[in-house]
């Protein structure tokens, strides 16, 4: 056994039991089977990590970024050591490939530590306007929901910059990846981070999450996860009058306009659409192709779908893992067969299973060509491994397309000619768009136009969602 459960929640520096009974069962996506139970916390076991979270708030507010930071510090170095063991964890509990698991799912998050360290040493807290000081300073308790595609990423780029800021926090991992939280919580607690700056209540999103975004005590939230239950997040949190940062879904568009590297744009294209089996929020699920190279695209990108090697994600040629649960699997199938009845070209891929992978939640990577915008697979994030091919008639009508959605999280624009690919970079209605290739910068905003969300995460941008602003006027 490679990975371990606890079944009690950490609550003020210990582990304690739930105040219920409650349950949620962890299910590798590879084998079907029953990894581990963890407590499903209840609004009682919220209120008592809330309360404690508020508890701690004033004196850990009042040590200096120094002090703070050499918590992460210590963090770092506990973390190197655990993230063989941390990488098979998630594997086993959202069945991302081991190879991905390693640099991706650990190393970033572990890149993160020393960045957010560094960022709040030498953050200016206090500036001057005038005759008044413009001081910033720790925000409050902290109620963060994190999704299960990128756990640790998404649980490090709340709570390490809220702790850093001087917050205290409260977090709900999602119920397919509760083992990943409770290792790092581990961590947190053998480098004795002060009782109650990090309380782990894994739950349901209903309950638990539900109970944070209303509870008095927590006076600012981040979530991160679908549209549709940001929404009752925002709800939730409104009437306690406290802000939120919501970072939810997309269905990004890559576009490709007549002067590209075509090689360039499908490999990079692809690599976006498919990595994590296509369970990215910034995934550019649609691909905005000139009409006369439609045919040379979706050919260039069939090859490259033939080449992924779908299966166990402990195989270390493993590129494509199982879907995280059985529900997401039977979502994703629905939407390829949606698209087959919508009358677009199926041109790999389909909605049986791959071949020999009867066992666990596999999806075979799929391509439509010839899609319309209007499609449901050109217009609902699908979260799974299924590219829609959508041609254009000229930039104009390419910047059309790529805006003709609810969502704007990321995209892509390539071309020959700088000045026109930031030409359409700039209409482009999204938190961020790639010029000519795919790019992962952890220090640059990152967060949503429409229906995406709003807010930002990482780097100087994401470290100030959790200060507050007070004018000193001298
Ligand atoms: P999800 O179902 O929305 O869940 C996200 C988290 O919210 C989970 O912890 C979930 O708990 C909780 N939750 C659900 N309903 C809630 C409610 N009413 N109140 C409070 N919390 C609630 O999303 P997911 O399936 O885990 O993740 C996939 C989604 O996340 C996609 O839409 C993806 O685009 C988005 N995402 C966005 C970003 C970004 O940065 N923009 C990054 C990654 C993922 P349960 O586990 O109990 O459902
Ligand atoms: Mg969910």
Not at 90 to 100: F, H, K, L, S, Y
Not at 295 to 322: F, K, L, S
Not at 427 to 432: K, L, P
Request: charged share 20%; with cysteine; net charge negative.
């Amino acid at each position: 056994m490679t990975w371990s459960a606890r079944e009690q929640l950490y609550i003020d520096g210990q582990w304690v039991s739930p105040s219920g009974t409650e349950t949620i069962e962890v299910v590798d996506p590879s084998t079907e089977e029953v990894l581990a139970t963890v407590p499903a916390a209840s609004e009682r076991d919220v209120d008592r990590a809330a309360r404690a979270a508020a508890r701690a708030f004033p004196a850990w507010a009042a040590l200096s970024p120094d002090e703070r930071c050499a918590y992460l510090d210590r963090l770092g170095e506990q973390y190197a050591a655990q993230s063989e063991k941390l990488a098979r964890t998630i594997t086993a509990e959202m069945g991302a490939p081991i190879t991905q698991c390693r640099q991706v799912h650990t190393g970033i998050p572990g890149e993160v530590i020393g960045q957010t360290a560094r960022l709040a040493r030498e953050y200016e807290y206090t500036t001057r306007m005038g005759e008044s000081l413009i001081v910033r300073e720790a925000y409050g308790v902290l109620g963060a929901i994190t999704p299960w595609n990128n756990p640790i990423y998404m649980m490090f780029l709340k709570a390490l910059p809220a702790i850093a800021a001087g917050c205290t926090v409260v977090h709900k991992p999602a119920e397919a990846s509760p083992l990943s939280a409770q290792l790092v919580c581990e961590i947190l607690d053998a480098i004795e981070l002060p009782a109650g700056v990090y309380n782990l209540v894994t739950g349901t999103g209903k309950v638990a999450g539900s109970a944070i975004s209303r509870h008095p005590a927590v006076e600012l939230v981040s979530f991160t996860g679908s549209t549709g239950a940001g929404a009752h997040v925002a709800a939730d949190a409104a009437a306690g009058v406290k802000p939120v940062v919501l970072e939810l879904g997309g269905k990004s568009a890559n576009v490709i306009l007549d002067d590209a590297d075509l090689d360039r744009a499908v490999q990079a294209g692809m690599q976006s659409a498919f990595n994590n089996a296509g369970q990215m929020c910034g995934a550019w699920t649609r691909m905005v192709v000139p009409r006369a190279r439609l045919d040379e695209v979706t050919e260039r990108a069939v090859a490259i779908a033939e080449g992924y090697v779908v299966g166990d994600p402990r195989d270390e040629a493993t590129t494509i893992g199982p879907i995280v649960s059985a529900a997401q699997r039977d979502s994703i199938v629905t939407y390829i067969r949606s698209g087959i009845d919508q009358g677009a070209t199926l041109a790999c891929g389909g909605p049986e299973p791959p071949k020999g992978l009867e066992r666990g939640f596999y999806v075979r990577p799929t391509i439509f060509t010839e899609v319309g915008n209007a499609m449901k697979i050109a217009q609902e994030e699908i979260f799974g491994p299924v590219l829609a091919i959508i041609p254009h008639d000229g930039d104009e009508d390419a910047v059309r397309i790529a805006n003709d959605s609810i969502y704007g999280l990321r995209g892509a624009v390539f071309s020959a000619d700088p000045g026109r690919a930031l030409a359409v970079a700039k209409r482009m209605r999204t938190g961020e768009v790639d010029i000519n290739g795919y790019k992962l910068t952890i220090d640059i905003p990152f967060g949503g136009y429409k229906k995406s969300g709003y807010g930002r995460c990482q780097g100087r941008f994401g470290f100030e969602e959790f200060l507050q602003i007070k004018s000193i006027q001298l």
